[in-house]
Structures are given as C-alpha cells and as structure tokens.
C-alpha cells in the first residue's frame, strides 16, 4: 500500500497530543515526541512539502544523534486508533490531513471517534532495524532512547514478560533511576508506592500482592515486592577504566536491551484484531476474543490482548498467509501451520478478523523480503571474528528461546479455534517437506537465499 510501509497497528494507551501548532502557515512549529514522552519542537518552512527524511534529519540534527544510527529510528504518526511508521517520501503533513480517510479504511472506530482522532508526529525505533545491529550502537543517547522505548512497551505489557524477566528488567530499572543499590535505600515500602514504573500496570494493580493478576500463580511463588529489591541487589555495575558514570549506564541500557532481544517480539510493528474462541460448552459457542497481532522481521506472534501472553508464534519459515480484501468477504489474515490433530498430522488455517489485513500481509512479505536479502551478506559479517573450527556450524545469530513451563511467550495453540485439514490434489500447492498441501502460496521461498530450515527444538509451538 502507498500510505504505509504497512506498519500499522493499535497504540498501548489513548493520547491526544497534536504535532502541529499552526497548521497551513508557512512557518511552523512542529512538535515531535520521544518515547519518554518529552517533546522536541523544531521550527521548519513550507510544511505541507516537507517530508519525513527532512524531519528526520533535523531531529537528529537537534538531538545530536550521530549519522551512523539513521537507520536505528523512524517517525511514526500515533493516535489512540491508529498508528503507522512513515518512509522517508512520505509528507507527515499531507499524511496527517488525509487521517480521518485512514482511520475509515484501517479501523472500526466510531464516526464521532474518527472526527475528533487527531495524531501526534513520534520518533521511535524503525521496525525494519536489526537486532543484531541494535547491539553494536554505542551512544549512549541513542541507547537510552531504545532503553525508553522498550521498557515502555514492557510497562505497558505491549510485550508479555514472565515473572522473572519483569523482576529482571524492572532491576535495571531501578539501576537506571535510582543509581546503585545501597543497603536500607530503597526499601520494599519504597518501592511499593511507585511500583507501577518498574513493573507492568497489570501486575501491580490488582490486590495488595505485587503479581496478584496472575490468578494465585503469583501467592504460591511468594513473589512480591520484595522480589523486585533483592533483584535490584544483584545488579552489578561495570567497572570500566574511565570509571565514568555514563559508561556505567551504557552497560545497563545494553543489558536491558538484550534482555529484551530474548523476547521474540521485540521490535515488531503492532495491529488490532480478533480470532475464533474455542466452541465450548453444551451449545458449542465460541465468539471472538481482541488479540494484537505482532510482526517483525522473524515471524509474527499473536498475542491475547487481555490475558497478555501469546496465544501463537510462527517464524516465517513456518507459515504461509495470504489475505481476503473486504470487496470479497470480511477482511482477514489468513495464518496456514503445521499441526497436529489427535496424532494425525494437518494443516492448521487461523482466521485474524482486522480492517488492518492488508497492511499486516504487506509488512510479513516485505520482511520477507529485507530478511532474505541480507542473508548473503551474512558470511562476511563474520569475517572479522574468530575462525570456525572445520566442519563445525555457524554460531546462532541469537540466543534460543526460553523454554519456561507454561511461559507467556510459548503459544497456546489450544485456545484458538484453526481449520485443520489434510488434502491431496492438484489445486493444492505443494509447500515444504514438513506440510503437505497448502492453501496459499505466498511462504518463504526454498531456494537460495531463503531461510535456514527450522529444526525441530526450535518450534514456538507449546507442546
């Protein structure tokens, strides 16, 4: 689609900040907004002509953010309906007038919602950015930008955590504002009345517990609090050679951001939608449940939107989509994995009701698409680094997933409804060796330059 680069998703909270303030004037004061919600202000000429690389330049330009990192961020126009990662080409102004058709087109907003929906101008982290890049950045501006940003989206649950990696990133968190740990400062009192700034909102607020929200799992840990100190304890700060405190919060910003890489939704662009319940009961009703829609440049994820944890994770290699456009039928994503059925292998189909289809199956082809062209130039990356022993494999581009018993991030496959099916037949195309038939022929290609095959320990699927 023209308007987007399909990044496109539901914001975490609803905000009515406005980025212009004189619209139409020929000089104007345009307000962009960081992830810790200050504001840059930045004066520029003939607005309505101004594109988002020139924006994107100033800002750099303002925050003295080195060239290096021009690829670390983008800007992004947010409102409580809608949000989208603007190209470069792109006009923020023109885009911002034409909002209210977006908003008709790419969500089920009311009409008087529409009408008084008006977005502000952010910049945030280019979902297009490697991880692996992300690491190698050592500004410490640039860092704390992307330490803001993700443990917003940790606090605002927008990524699922355990209870483990909440009290481990909510420590560096505490590093980070409160310096570092001193016996009797802070104490657990202390701690509790401001809980919700290092810990998501959702398991603060319900009792006096500090994860109560987990249904008693949390009492039978005998998690509190107290948890969250004695992990801000154990944080160790860096002794560096300059022993300067900047080089100190450098180390905690990266550790924070590895810590957060281990999420396998990181990074990714958002979206709104709805999936199938499980028929249950005498009647077999089902219904639908809201769920977010997490895609990035590894795979997409779909997330329970009230329960916060993932309800399926598919790496791209594991999956074949396509979508149906509203002229034919209700809009969707079609999702097409290998599965199971009582021992019998199939073929599973999950429908995601969203206005939003068509941006998503854009973004999962592009990704694709930047994956598999910068997999060529992966060998000379590591050129540089030790040599290999003969015959022995690559060493992995991350950390494997953690495997915990009943995690957030494992999929839930029980909890959605799929069609599964097994069919034999020449309109059905052949896909991978793993899956038989399928339904779609829009999959990673297994030629060259395509994905590394899979192997089976590394399945998101919960067993």
């Known amino acids: 689609m023209d308007e ?42 003939n607005l309505p002509s101004l594109s988002a690389h020139e924006l994107h330049r100033a800002i750099r330009e303002v925050l003295q953010l080195p060239d290096s990192t021009l ?24 885009l911002g007038r034409q909002w209210p058709e977006l908003l008709l087109r790419f969500t089920d907003a009311p009409d008087e919602d529409v009408a008084t929906d008006e977005p502000s101008l952010q910049f945030r982290r ?20 992307l330490y803001e940003e993700a443990k917003g989206n940790v606090l605002a649950a927008r990524y699922p955590c355990d209870v483990e990696d909440c009290e481990a990133l909510g420590a560096l968190v505490c590093r980070v504002q409160l310096g570092p740990y001193q016996p009797g400062q ?36 005998g998690l509190d609090e107290q948890g969250l100190l004695d992990a801000y304890r154990k944080v160790e700060d860096v002794v560096s050679s300059d022993s300067e405190p900047e080089a100190s919060l450098r180390a905690h910003y990266h550790a924070y951001l590895r810590r957060c ?39 997409v994820h779909v997330i329970d939107s009230r329960e916060k944890h993932v309800l399926l994770g598919l790496r791209f290699q594991e999956l074949s989509w396509d979508h149906t456009s509203p002229e034919e ?19 599973k189909l999950l429908k995601v009701y969203s206005k939003q289809a068509e941006l998503m199956s ?40 953690l495997r915990r018993q009943g995690s957030v991030v494992c999929s839930r496959i029980q909890h959605l409804s799929t069609i599964d099916y097994v069919e034999e037949g020449e309109q059905i195309k052949r896909v991978k060796p793993k899956r038989t038939t399928s339904f779609f022929s829009r999959q990673v290609s297994m030629g060259q330059g395509s994905y ?9 699927e919960q067993t």
Do not use: M
């Open 71 to 94: 690829d670390a961020f983008a800007l992004w126009l947010v409102s409580p309906l809608l949000e989208v990662q603007l190209k470069p080409r792109h006009q923020p102004y023109k």
């Open 186 to 221: 802070p104490t657990a009192c202390t701690l509790r009345e401001k809980l919700d700034s290092f810990l998501p909102a959702h398991l603060c607020k319900r009792g006096h517990g500090l994860f109560a929200a987990l249904r008693g799992r949390a009492a039978k840990a």
């Open 261 to 299: 890489h281990e999420l396998p939704f990181y990074g990714c662009a958002f979206f709104h939608g709805e999936v199938d319940k499980p028929a249950q009961g005498f009647l077999h009703r089902g219904g639908r449940k809201p769920v977010t829609v997490a895609i990035s440049l590894e795979g």
């Open 329 to 347: 039928d209700e809009s969707v994503l079609w999702l097409e994995f290998d599965g199971n059925n009582e021992g019998t292998p199939v073929n």
């Open 452 to 460: 590394t095959v899979v192997q089976p320990a590394e399945s998101l």
């Open 4 to 45: 987007t680069e399909g990044s496109a998703g539901q914001p975490a909270e609803r905000s009515h900040r406005s980025s212009v303030s004189s619209v139409g004037a020929r000089a104007a004061d345009v307000l962009v907004y960081l992830a810790d919600d200050t504001v840059v202000p930045l004066a520029v000429d």
């Open 126 to 145: 280019n979902v297009f950015f490697p991880k692996r890049r992300e690491l190698q950045i050592h500004d410490e501006e640039v860092l704390r930008l």
């Open 362 to 401: 854009s973004l999962i082809e592009y990704c694709i698409e930047l994956s598999q062209a910068a997999e060529p130039a992966a060998p000379q990356e590591s050129l540089s680094g030790p040599p290999s022993a003969p015959g022995s494999s690559p060493p992995p581009t991350q950390r494997p997933q």
